[in-house]
């Protein structure tokens, strides 16, 4: 049975161009809060790698340290 | 040779160190109780003299003393009951005399009053003790200074110092030796080889994130730039609408009969069907290559054009690939006054991924239905072999 009368005829297929506006709207508030959220794990990543490095020059005194030490210690052997 | 010699050397310095700390731990363990003791109660400025015979001869409270076994007897000579003791033996043995008819002889009142009297010299000596014992609450550092002179001076230093003991020396010679021995330059050393690797598996860790994190940021740039198209389309496509409709609008006027089907050309090439029973009839197309002129919707060959699937659907709008190759068409349902129905096909390259999102606009369905329906007040609309047979 062919439904010739229109009006049952669905019209959901079709959108307008402010709800097609208000998608894209929709998706760039998505795109933006993602992107403050990648944002701001970097700088998370940042501040950890910063503090690593901070660490590293620290370990690095206490290596020379140590090996000064070995070495007194060599020389005392010997 | 050195080698052995050095070991020999290693295990000598070994020797001394665990007997310098032997001593030293012995020396803290003897010397440090008692003289932090002291410490505590060093005031130069108190005196001591009112202070030991009022406790002796008055017996003013007194503090506990320290819980020796060896000095119960100097905590009891010393203790206000003693002293109270004393003094109440002394009361009762002048009193008696008085208030009974019992007289001491001579020999009895010097055993008497003796007694008390070294009674209480006992209670000077216990008390005199205490207050030259370092661990005593009554110490005092002005007696041991008078009593004690030689000790006095030795540890003079220690008791005006708040803050070292011989504890301090013992950790800090220990913690020396602990620095400077083989072992544990090696161990620390080694702790800091693993805070190396620990180090450098975090930074691995945190290049990853960062790496992961500059992917993310690209997508989202990737995905801004989509939308920027996908504005930019919409701006275009509002723009395109806009001047079509206007184009339409000065094609309209009936002076210069401009009008016709072919305004139906609106987004691409059309093909423009009317239904009539079971068969779909073509009234007009453009730039199409493959479209029949009549099309039966219950034949098969014809079933998965998408003119005939929305005849058989109940959408407005329909879309399938054509028979041509790369080429997609979408149909619509237009209903027209006087029960007529039109089928109009979008015929389309199928990689204008853009087309598709613009037909299924409801504006682009009214703009095309609109045409049609002046092209339909207008007569113009007429099935291609009736137009043709008009024109003959």
Redesign the interface.
């Given at each position: 049975m062919l439904q010739t009368d229109a009006k049952q005829r669905s019209a959901r297929d079709f959108t307008t161009s402010t709800e097609q506006l208000l998608a894209i709207r929709k998706d760039l508030d998505r795109i933006q809060a993602e992107n403050m959220r990648t944002w701001a794990a970097l700088e998370h990543h940042n501040i950890r790698t910063r503090e690593l490095s901070e660490s590293m020059v620290e370990l690095l005194s206490k290596q020379e340290e140590t090996l000064k030490k070995l070495e007194d210690l060599a020389k005392k052997i010997s | 040779m050195?080698?052995i010699g050095?070991?020999t050397?290693?295990a000598s310095e070994d020797h001394n160190r665990v007997e310098l700390l032997s001593w030293l731990k012995t020396i803290e363990r003897d010397f440090e109780p008692p003289l932090l003791q002291g410490r505590k109660r060093f005031n130069e400025s108190r005196g001591w003299v009112g202070i030991w015979l009022i406790r002796s001869l008055v017996g003013a409270r007194v503090e506990k003393m320290a819980d020796e076994k060896g000095r119960k007897l100097v905590a009891l000579l010393s203790s206000r009951w003693q002293t109270w003791g004393t003094y109440a033996s002394l009361l009762g043995f002048t009193l008696v005399p008085a208030i009974s008819d019992l007289q001491w002889n001579l020999w009895q009142s010097a055993v008497g009053y003796g007694a008390a009297g070294i009674s209480l010299i006992l209670s000077l000596t216990a008390n005199l003790k205490r207050m030259l014992t370092l661990d005593d609450p009554y110490f005092n550092s002005n007696a041991y200074k008078l009593f004690r002179r030689q000790e006095y001076d030795m540890f003079l230093g220690y008791f005006r110092e708040n803050k070292y003991t011989f504890r301090t020396i013992y950790d800090w010679v220990r913690l020396l030796y602990k620095?400077?021995n083989?072992e544990s330059?090696?161990e620390?050393?080694r702790g800091?080889q693993r805070?190396?690797r620990e180090?450098v598996n975090?930074?691995q860790r945190?290049l990853n994130?960062?790496e992961l994190?500059?992917e993310?940021?690209e997508r989202?740039i990737r995905?801004?730039a989509e939308?920027i198209d996908?504005?930019q389309r919409?701006a275009k496509?509002?723009e395109d609408g806009f001047n079509a409709a206007i184009s339409t609008i000065y094609r309209l006027r009936s002076e210069d009969a401009l009008f016709g089907t072919s305004d139906l050309r609106v987004l691409s090439d059309f093909s423009l069907f009317e239904?009539v029973g079971n068969k779909l009839i073509r009234i007009c197309e453009q730039g199409t290559t493959e479209t029949p002129r009549i099309i039966d919707?219950y034949d098969p060959v014809y079933a998965h054009y998408s003119s005939v699937r929305l005849?058989?659907?109940?959408?407005?709008?329909e879309t399938a690939t054509s028979d041509r190759e790369g080429r997609t068409i979408s149909s619509y349902?237009?209903?027209l006054p006087g029960d007529r129905?039109l089928i109009y096909n979008f015929h389309y390259d199928s990689t204008n991924a853009d087309m598709h999102?613009i037909i299924?606009?409801?504006?682009m369905?009214r703009f095309i239905r609109g045409i049609c329906l002046h092209l339909d007040e207008r007569g113009l609309l007429q099935w291609e072999g009736n137009r043709h047979h008009a024109a003959n």
């Open positions: - | 050195f080698l050095g070991g050397s290693v620095e400077n083989l330059v090696i620390e050393h800091i805070e190396w180090m975090q930074l945190e994130e960062k994190g500059l993310r940021n989202i995905q801004l939308q996908s504005l919409l496509f509002n239904l919707i005849v058989h659907g109940s959408g407005m709008i349902w237009i209903d129905t999102a299924r606009t409801k504006e369905y």
